[in-house]
């Protein structure tokens, strides 16, 4: 993890704030763990069950989708015997990531889910500066589709409307019998 936040200079708090999947590893910042709020520590690690069950499904894909477009940036080492392949750092700059904002927005829809079924209000405008900053090399900078993408799922989960992974912590944590 130490390696990858010195890849990740853009994000300081990457190991001290963040927990990080890297399948089948859940890591942690420090334990114990939002040890005066559990509820908040539940809701972070139903978002990183997301990412393992959807990892577990995809396999490699996952991991192509979530760094993409950056990790062709790679294709630089080829500039060692081979200058052409310089343009390949373009891929360094911060562009948008469909796939992984589609990963982390399944990610986000739990969160906002479990926050709901807790009583809480989920932050939207926090979960969007999570895709339009440099907490996920700006990702996704488009706020007001965003906003109004997070706006209907938290209409959907209200109505009761979930999707499976949702569904499945739903039933096994927030219902009783």
Aim: charged content about 20%; glycine content about 6%; proline content about 7%.
């Amino acid at each position: 993890m130490r390696l990858l936040s010195k890849l990740l200079f853009f994000n300081k708090g990457f190991t001290t704030q963040y927990v990080t999947v890297i399948y089948p590893k859940l890591y942690v910042p420090e334990l114990p763990w939002y040890p005066n709020d559990p509820r908040r520590a539940f809701e972070v690690l139903a978002h990183e069950y997301v990412h393992l069950q959807d990892t577990k499904r995809m396999g490699k894909v996952f991991d192509l989708l979530y760094l993409t477009p950056q990790i062709f940036a790679l294709a630089a080492l080829g500039a060692f015997w081979n200058l052409s392949f310089l343009w390949a750092l373009l891929f360094l700059l911060p562009l948008p990531s469909p796939g992984r904002a589609y990963l982390e927005f399944r990610g986000y829809r739990m969160s906002m889910a479990v926050a709901m079924w807790q009583g809480r209000n989920p932050n939207i405008e926090w979960m969007v500066k999570q895709f339009t900053t440099g907490a996920y090399y700006w990702m996704f900078p488009f706020k007001k589709y965003l906003t109004n993408k997070f706006q209907k799922e938290y209409n959907r989960i209200e109505a009761g409307d979930y999707e499976p992974e949702l569904k499945n912590i739903k039933d096994k944590f927030f219902t009783k019998g």
